[in-house]
């Protein structure tokens, strides 16, 4: 029986090439749009799987309120890992810290000679770390390998990156940073890329506690590199724990008037998703974004499945005989529904295969716009084959059901004579589905102006510095390193096409940002942190910062005069910037003198506000060279910037960045939303307006006699034109003034994660509806002008 259905089907797919070419294209475009939307999702969502008592394992974070707000950090105290250890013995199994440094890497050959200098990241982890993370070793275990000082365990690409084959690299000596020989002890199976933790290169941690023993007992002082994991027991509740350890922080932390700081539990399954906490991967994807692509292909499916029901229901007319032949002849209407239903999955099958092909051709893009190794292999992810077996089941049924319940319950003795209208099959509902489908057109169109409006805007946008042709080159940060740093200063000065130097900890704007407290005209500290910036005298002109009262830094390398921003005298109730000239600060237990105040800069990214900002002068703090350029000879200059940066440092690795594109950055996440907006909206207009020629093409058709008649009574080729037209443009302006208040909602909710953002203005609205009846009426009219401009003898001539 199903044979013989399927045979049925396929005459009838194939006498009507033209409506089935459009199913097929609209079901084939929404299904690949689907698949890779789930292929990124599913990658996305498999992060940090696979762990043992992956549901047992928390991250500790460290939570700091104050009068100027809210923080959240990934790091801990150093001390704090001993006391939980100590303190909650009946409540956490295990404990275990691990901190992310970067440093150089060497290995010499037999002979003693450099073979490979590299940049790395490295992790000093304590044994107890791998025992709550089960990752896989090759060689060597969490105690033998990570136990004594000095030791290292490198993953297996590492290892075959450093010495040829990981199976030789125990006992092998690595050197870091030119002063400390660690051993190979250990080998783990290489980091997959789908984990917040990038192990390629881990050291022992008690290697770093000897170093640093000092820091042991500094509850202050909270770094985002410093991490503490822990595995609680099988039957205690987080709940509980959350508890304690508010009671835990009350007993360890300073009490002061100005902040709180307190730790918490986050549970490994959230640490991806979390835009407010980092991890060292530097991964992160909101599930807000994942629920919004999520949608996005449940709205692209809906379109292409709303263009499948309106064709079908419109195509019943010319099928009516069929219908009441096959009932006369004995057929039921269930059977009529499995022969129609069986139409949709045989188009639905072939809308898959095609699908599967689009997504191939896709994928690179995909990857190289996510930067992630998305995978379309059903062999490794059968989830991803289940999922395909899934839409074609929901897919049948969606775009089938409706139309074969129209088509099977035609009556027979209306049917044969020809008696069926083309009302039939639901005339309005067939309005309510094109109005949806626009709905989501016109919602899609305005997001995505808007989103692009606001990225623009975001580009336009003075940040009270200058950020193009200004080079970021990293300088080392020793003690040694700092008595070249004069020497490196004048000798790129003196490079044409450089501007302007200035040695500093980070540019006006950046990402690695460190706050402290102060204190103001001898008074007790002021209730807000700073944001502090040092940097040297030459630093407001290499940026472009622009002062509204007294002067710059003098020359120095040590805390002497201070410079503050706008903000901070705001906040300190100071309205003539001038007053404030003169006045003591004391910050990280040096004082100073207030010399200038600098107008206000964006120090962070828009979205976020200006923070108050202290800029002083302190040597031992500078981490990056600030090279303001000649645009005309940024190639040249960057080209001997490097000669003379490795001259100088021959033990080092030079690297560099420009600001411009640090600052692009943090829009990465808005940027490829924006083009997925593009993308996704200009599918669904192509879906809908595919389907829309579709509909009127068989409106067209249906009405051939009509459209004739009408001539002969002496109708021109515009009013025929109108005619057809009228009923397609109501619906679309009905469908614009639908998604309207929808989109608003969407686009109000987008805009308020940003500090600074644009207003919300009509003319989205308004473009919006002008192309999609623009669109509409360019689809609808070269149909309706074919059939109004027909032979009206071809016609008329078989009445």
């Not at 639901?426 to 709905?439: D, E, N, P, T």
């Not at 500093?504 to 700073?530: I, K, L, R």
């Amino acid at each position: 029986m199903f044979k013989l259905n399927l045979k049925i089907a396929w005459r009838n797919l194939w006498k009507n090439k033209g409506y089935t070419l459009i199913n097929i294209l609209g079901l084939s475009i929404g299904m690949a749009s689907c698949i890779l939307i789930f292929i990124f999702i599913r990658y996305q969502m498999s992060f940090d799987k696979g762990f043992e008592n992956d549901d047992r394992i928390y991250r500790i974070t460290t939570n700091f309120t104050s009068a100027d707000g809210f923080f959240q950090s990934q790091g801990v105290p150093k001390p704090a890992v001993a006391a939980l250890r100590n303190d909650f013995k009946k409540e956490m199994e295990t404990v275990g810290a691990i901190r992310q440094d970067g440093g150089i890497i060497k290995i010499k050959d037999e002979n003693g000679k450099e073979r490979i200098k590299t940049a790395e990241n490295i992790y000093y982890a304590e044994p107890e770390f791998f025992q709550i993370m089960s990752f896989k070793w090759l060689q060597g275990n969490p105690i033998q390998s990570l136990s004594k000082p000095n030791t290292v365990v490198l993953a297996k690409d590492m290892a075959d990156k450093l010495f040829g084959d990981w199976r030789k690299a125990l006992g092998k000596i690595i050197n870091f940073d030119n002063n400390q020989d660690f051993t190979v002890s250990g080998i783990l199976q290489e980091m997959p890329q789908n984990s917040s933790f990038p192990l390629n290169i881990v050291v022992s941690y008690q290697t770093f506690k000897n170093n640093n023993s000092a820091d042991f007992t500094a509850w202050g002082s909270t770094s985002s590199t410093d991490e503490c994991y822990f595995l609680l027991k099988d039957g205690v509740s987080i709940d509980e724990v959350q508890i304690l350890l508010a009671t835990f922080s009350a007993k360890y932390f300073k009490k002061d008037a100005i902040s709180k700081e307190e730790i918490r539990a986050q549970a490994l399954k959230d640490i991806h998703y979390n835009e407010d906490l980092g991890n060292f991967a530097g991964k992160i994807m909101a599930k807000k974004e994942l629920y919004g692509l999520a949608v996005i292909g449940l709205f692209l499916l809906l379109t292409a499945c709303i263009n499948f029901i309106n064709l079908a229901t419109a195509q019943a007319v010319s099928r009516g005989k069929e219908v009441g032949v096959r009932k006369v002849m004995g057929s039921l209407r269930k059977q009529l529904i499995f022969q129609f239903l069986t139409e949709t999955l045989t188009i639905s099958v072939l809308s898959l295969l095609i699908a599967c092909v689009l997504t191939e051709i896709a994928l690179p893009g995909m990857k190289s716009l996510f930067s992630d190794d998305i995978s379309f292999s059903i062999i490794e992810h059968p989830v991803i084959f289940v999922f395909m077996i899934l839409l074609v089941i929901v897919v049948s049924f969606l775009a089938g059901f409706y139309p074969a319940m129209v088509m099977s319950g035609f009556s027979p003795a209306l049917a044969i004579k020809n008696k069926i209208t083309a009302n039939t099959g639901g005339l309005s509902l067939r309005k309510i589905l094109v109005v949806v489908q626009f709905a989501i057109t016109v919602v899609l169109i305005i997001g995505t102006l808007v989103v692009l409006r606001q990225m623009n805007y975001m580009r336009e946008k003075p940040l009270g510095f200058n950020p193009l042709a200004v080079a970021m080159v990293s300088v080392p940060a020793d003690s040694s390193s700092q008595l070249k740093y004069q020497i490196l200063q004048e000798r790129i000065n003196k490079i044409p096409g450089v501007l302007t130097t200035s040695f500093c900890t980070n540019a006006p704007s950046s990402t690695n940002n460190n706050e402290s407290n102060f204190s103001y005209d001898g008074t007790v500290d002021a209730n807000f942190q700073v944001n502090t910036k040092p940097a040297d005298e030459n630093y407001f002109n290499t940026f472009g910062l622009k002062l509204v009262a007294g002067r710059g830094l003098s020359k120095s390398d040590t805390i002497k005069e201070f410079v503050v921003n706008e903000t901070t005298l705001k906040k300190l109730n100071i309205v003539d910037f001038n007053d404030a000239l003169g006045k003591k600060i004391r910050l990280w237990g040096k004082n100073g003198t207030l010399v200038g105040v600098v107008k206000d800069f964006n120090n962070l990214s828009l979205h976020e506000p200006i923070s108050p900002i202290i800029i002083t002068t302190r040597k031992d703090s500078y981490h990056n060279l600030g090279v303001k350029l000649d645009s005309k000879e940024i190639r040249s200059a960057m080209h001997q910037i490097e000669e003379i940066w490795n001259s100088t440092y021959p033990e080092s690795i030079y690297e560099s960045t420009f600001l411009d594109e640090d600052i692009r950055q943090y829009y990465e996440t808005e940027r490829v939303m924006g083009i997925l907006f593009k993308v996704f909206a200009g599918v669904i207009i192509f879906i809908s307006f595919i389907g829309l020629f579709g509909l009127i093409s068989f409106v067209a058709a249906q009405r051939t006699r009509e459209v004739a008649i009408r001539k002969v009574l002496g109708a021109s080729t515009i009013e025929l034109v109108k005619m057809l037209n009228g009923s397609f443009l109501v619906m679309v302006f009905i469908a614009n003034l639908v998604a309207w208040p929808l989109a608003y909602l969407f686009i109000s909710k987008w805009l308020s994660g940003f500090a600074y953002r644009i207003d919300i203005s009509v003319w989205p609205f308004l473009a919006a509806m002008l192309i999609s009846m623009i669109i509409t009426l360019l689809t609808v009219s070269v149909r309706s002008y074919k059939a109004a401009v027909a032979n009206t003898i071809d016609a008329l001539k078989y009445e």
